[in-house]
């Protein structure tokens, strides 16, 4: 493990540019999204609730969520769509930069050719990639719990049930924030590994990105399919957008199943590490 530290490091400080502007996209998109709930609020709610049962479903409307509540607004207009994508699409381009980017610019090659060996690469790497993930995914959550009260999205919100009754749903808090932010950053860090995996094993950065890419899709519009029609529901344990949308817990808090993805993640880790130790690099 000689001089993993400073692989590292290296790797970090190369993507510094990069990780700044995927930070600022995230954070725009999010304190913008909550700049808009004092307007947009009874809106959303009006939107879902006349919406048919596959916008429901593509919302992720279930479980007695108020769509025009603070955190039922943050659910339907940020994380149960938006804010998780944007995670997995950095963590997609963060596992395929870690091994086969540099793999095609000959830069691992030049790398591998100094006294350090393969191991220490892929961990370093890998590690880089949680890190810089983590990174963005903490600083957006800041970002938007700071904007929470400038928004009045921390006051809680009365609305009328189809019955005649009232509701009273809580304002946001830092904790469902930080709970919501999590959730997403396993799906992101699920399918960023997988991305590692692929670029590690293949070796080509288009086939690895187009692969990675449809399992992200394919994920989502199984669950979305199966959810809307009511068949083959038994496929949709295939997709972790099962528990992440049902168990929504930016609203309900963490449930076990957010630990799925780092079990993809050891795996995944696992079989792309042993592959690369063996397998010839293909440069250019």
């Known amino acids: 493990m000689r001089g993993g530290f400073t692989i590292y490091r290296r790797w970090m400080r190369d993507r510094t540019i990069s990780t700044i502007a995927w930070t600022a996209g995230?954070?725009?998109?999010?304190?913008a999204t909550a700049a808009f709930y004092p307007s947009l609020g009874s809106a959303t709610g009006d939107l879902a609730s006349g919406g048919?049962?596959?916008?429901?479903?593509?919302?992720?409307?279930?479980?007695?969520?108020?769509?025009?509540?603070?955190?039922?607004?943050?659910?339907?207009?940020?994380?149960?769509?938006?804010?998780?994508?944007?995670?997995?699409a950095l963590g997609v381009s963060l596992g395929i930069a870690a091994i086969v980017g540099d793999e095609e610019t000959r830069n691992l090659e030049y790398l591998l050719s100094g006294p350090v060996e393969r191991t220490t690469v892929v961990l370093s790497r890998f590690a880089g990639c949680v890190t810089n993930l983590f990174v963005v995914s903490?600083?957006?959550?800041?970002?938007?719990?700071?904007?929470?009260?400038?928004?009045?999205?921390?006051t809680a919100s009365t609305s009328t049930a189809p019955d005649g009754s009232t509701v009273t749903?809580?304002?946001?808090?830092?904790?469902?924030?930080?709970a919501g932010t999590f959730a997403s950053f396993a799906v992101a860090i699920g399918l960023g590994s997988v991305a590692f995996m692929l670029g590690a094993v293949i070796g080509r950065?288009?086939?690895?990105?187009?692969?990675?890419?449809?399992?992200?899709?394919?994920?989502?519009?199984l669950y979305t399919l199966t959810q809307t029609t009511g068949d083959l529901q038994f496929l949709a344990w295939l997709s972790p957008w099962r528990w992440y949308v049902d168990d929504a817990m930016l609203i309900n808090?963490?449930?076990?199943?957010?630990?799925?993805?780092?079990?993809?993640m050891v795996v995944s880790l696992l079989v792309g590490w042993q592959v690369f130790l063996h397998r010839d690099l293909k440069g250019g």
């Open 26 to 31: 995230i954070l725009v998109t999010v304190v």
């Open 52 to 88: 048919s049962e596959a916008m429901s479903t593509f919302l992720g409307l279930g479980n007695g969520i108020d769509p025009g509540s603070p955190l039922g607004y943050l659910w339907v207009s940020l994380y149960a769509n938006i804010f998780p994508w944007m995670l997995m």
């Open 138 to 154: 903490l600083i957006s959550a800041l970002g938007l719990i700071a904007s929470l009260p400038l928004f009045e999205l921390t």
């Open 169 to 178: 749903s809580p304002g946001a808090t830092a904790g469902d924030v930080l």
């Open 205 to 221: 950065k288009s086939i690895a990105l187009g692969i990675a890419t449809a399992i992200g899709v394919g994920g989502y519009v």
């Open 253 to 264: 808090g963490l449930t076990w199943p957010v630990l799925l993805p780092f079990g993809t």
